[in-house]
Structures are given as C-alpha cells and as structure tokens.
C-alpha cells in the first residue's frame, strides 16, 4: 500500500502527458489536405500551399468533397508557384482550407478542421478560409505558406493564430490557377509565416526582386520614428485590443494620427460594400455547386445568399468603389500606414456542434479587412500580445494598411514592430 500514492501520480502524470501530446497532435491534424515531410536533415526554406491553387499533377480540392472527387489533377502549376518551382524550394504539402474559401471559422467537416492553439487548449478558430495555411508554419510544419485573400481569408488566420499575413495589392500577383471567388473585384494571393525574415522570403517567391525592394525600404526609413501611421478605431472594438496597439505603436515610437470620424464613417461604408460584392462574387462564380452532392449545407446557404446581394446593392457598391480609393489616398497623402485591429475581439471558441451560418456571420462581423480588398491595397496583420491572464498571454492582432503597391513599406514597418526596444 505503500507505493499507491506514488503509482497514483504516475498514472495522473501519464494521463496529462497523453492530454497535452493529443492536444498538440490535434493541433497539427487536419493542416493539410496532403503532407510531404522533408527528411529530417533536410535544409532550405519549406513552402505550404493553400489547396485552392493549382499544382500540376494535383487535384485542387478548394477544400471541397465534390471537387476532390470529381475533378482531374491540374494540367500545369498555377502562375504564382513559377518562381518557388524556378528556385526548387522544398513544397511540404497542400492545405487544408474551408470550403471554396468562402466561410471564415477555418472549419472543414469533409477533411476535418485545424483547431488553433493561441488559447493553449486547442480550443480557439484556425480563422479562414486558409487555415490550413496559418496552422502549418503556425506549428512549424512550413517556413512559408502561401494563402489566398479575398476578404480577410489570409489576415483572420493570421490574427486567430498568432502569426504573420500579408494581403498583396489586387492584381500584383496573379490568381490565374487560383479557384475563383471574385477575381475581378478582390482576389488575392499573399505568404504567411511565423516571423517577418520567413515572410520577406515568401514575398519574395510571389513577386521577383522584392527582397532587394525591402532592403531599400529598409534604408529608407530605418527606425519607426520616420513612419507616420493613422490610428483607427472602430465602434464595437475591445477596449484591452485598442489599448495593446496603442501600447506597441508607442513604445516603438512611431508617429501617430489619430483618424478622424468622417473616414471612421467611410471605413464601415467600404466594409458593408466589400461584403456585398464578396458575397455576390461568391454567387456569380460558384452557383454552379449549389446544387452539388458532396457540397456542405453551409457552403450552399453561403452561396445562394449571394444571389440576394447581387440582385440588390451589389451595383450601387461597386460604384462606391472609385470613391473609397480616393479617400483612401487623400488620407495616405498625411500618413504612411493606417493602423487598425484585424479582429474587433479575440479569436472566439469554435462550438461544441461545429460552426453554423450564425457563427460565421457572427466571426464575418468581427474583422476589419473586406474594406481593405474593395479598394485593393495591402494591408499586413501582426501578433501583438496582451497582458497576461493566469498562465496565458492573449495575442491580438495590428492590422498594418498601406498605399498600393507599399508591401515593402509594410514589411518593414512589421519588421520595426517584431523587433525588441
């Protein structure tokens, strides 16, 4: 009998050992649609791609049961994969992502659903639609994971799981071999990554001679103190999110504006069109599976919706488009960024059931991006950490918004941020 206090504590001590090793495996689960692992000396950057760009020889799924069964392997690699293929970085697998890409809670009920571990418990939304893309280099499976935006679909991944994303300028990268949402009006494709270093690499794969672009970016304006950024803030936000983004902008010492609420006003203008047009895209481009076996309920009501927005304002958002633009660069004339939060709260809990159209539009209804993509600009999402609470540290996320064609501006700005005073 002596020795059953002791046995007691090792099987206690097994049973939460397995607790976190299934947490952590559950974690890295359901990532990527197919995984390759580099042998384990292997060096070099390792590249992850979201399965809704084509890669000759694969199915592009789009995360969907109807796709992966029924459509052929792609006849030649998407254009955006030209310069990962030229200098023969090492690609780890395919990604997991939602549906088409067209819901934003990261869930996946056909190829399972990536859970992220900001929370510690594995608990939290992976965000979509590239989950899968935010997960790999989030778990380190992946250096570098390319992601597809089109309204927040690279930024809310980011922001849910701690990481980098960066929303390129509309039409700096091509999206030819991408699955289409809405290529005319917002689809983009942008890296992601762990670290600012990884996330200048991934760029630098997507549009050739960025890396020297962002040295002279660098150069140019080597401390924060040379940035001008314009605060935002937006009804409804966090209180504890505003203050750790003004927190860390001070503490770098920038310059700061804050935005005045004549653009506040047009910000949630552009916000309601880029939804309007994004979800009446969704319906123009991908009505054809809204009838499909094998296409989720929740895709399909996603879908159908749009036929509302597109028989609505659709028209009359689209005309607002110029004008949005036009702000947009009469505020860049006073300032070089325009900082924002990339979620209004943190990253909530997926339910027990799985998501429904309640949560999503309720996570839609979160993020600050689809504004971004109406006008077409770039725009970087950063972890930015809270105070503690208990053991846990939450991690918002700063939305970084910059003038078209500034990613090199961005990353550097992101760069200023990363670093330790």
């Known amino acids: 009998m002596k020795y059953l206090p002791r046995l007691l504590l090792l099987i206690c001590l ?38 809704n760009i084509d890669m000759k020889g694969r199915v ?39 549906e088409f890409a067209v819901t934003v809670s990261g869930e996946n009920r056909f190829f399972g659903s990536p859970r992220s571990r900001l929370d510690g418990k594995n608990d939290v939304i992976p965000g979509g639609s590239s989950s899968g893309s935010a997960m790999a280099v989030a778990t380190d499976m992946a250096d570098v ?9 690279i930024r809310v991944p980011a922001a849910c799981c701690g990481i980098y994303g960066l929303k390129t300028t509309f039409g700096l990268v091509s999206t030819k071999g991408v699955f289409p949402i809405s290529p005319k009006h917002l689809d983009t494709v942008g890296p992601m990554a762990r670290n600012m270093n990884h996330l200048v690499q991934g760029m630098d794969l997507l549009q050739r001679g960025f890396a020297a672009r962002y040295e002279q970016a660098v150069a140019d304006k080597p401390s924060a103190r040379h ?9 409804g936000t966090d209180p504890a999110i505003d203050q750790a983004l003004d927190d860390v902008l001070a503490a770098k010492r920038f310059k700061v504006i804050k935005l005045n609420k004549s653009f506040q006003a047009k910000w949630q203008q552009a916000e309601k069109d880029g939804k309007v047009v994004a979800l009446a895209d969704t319906w123009l481009n991908d009505q054809k599976y809204a009838d499909k076996k094998g296409v989720s309920l929740l895709t399909k009501l996603v879908i159908s ?44 809990k997926m ?28 725009a970087l999402a950063l972890p930015i950490a809270m105070p503690a609470k208990g053991k846990t540290v939450p991690v918002t996320s700063l939305q970084l ?21």
Not at 22 to 41: D, M, S, V
Not at 227 to 235: P, V
Not at 305 to 328: I, M, V
Not at 351 to 378: C, H, I, K, L
Request: charged share 25%.
């Open 351 to 378: 339910p027990f059931w799985g998501s429904d159209a309640v949560f999503e539009w309720r996570v839609f209804d979160m993020q600050n991006t689809v504004g971004v993509n109406f006008a077409g600009n770039p």
């Open 305 to 348: 919706s749009g036929e509302l927005d597109y028989k609505g304002d659709y028209k009359e958002a689209l005309k607002r488009k110029a004008a949005w633009q036009r702000d947009l660069r009469q505020v860049f004339k006073r300032v070089d960024f325009i900082a924002v939060p990339t979620l209004q709260g943190l990253p909530p």
């Open 227 to 235: 940035i001008t950024i314009g605060r935002l803030y937006l009804d």
């Open 60 to 98: 592009t799924s789009a995360g969907s049961e109807y796709i992966a069964k029924t459509s052929a392997p792609a006849a030649r690699d998407a254009p955006c994969l030209a310069l990962a293929r030229a200098r023969k970085v090492r690609i780890v697998g395919k990604t997991n992502l939602t």
């Open 401 to 421: 918004v910059g003038p078209r064609l500034s990613e090199a501006e961005l990353l550097n700005a992101g760069r200023l941020i990363e670093t330790k005073s």
């Open 145 to 153: 994971a390319f992601g597809t935006d089109t309204g927040g679909s």
């Open 14 to 51: 097994s049973a939460c050992s397995s607790s976190q090793q299934r947490q952590a495996k559950y974690a890295r689960e359901h990532t990527f649609i197919a995984y390759w692992p580099p042998p384990a000396n292997s060096a070099g950057l390792r590249l992850a791609v979201k399965d």
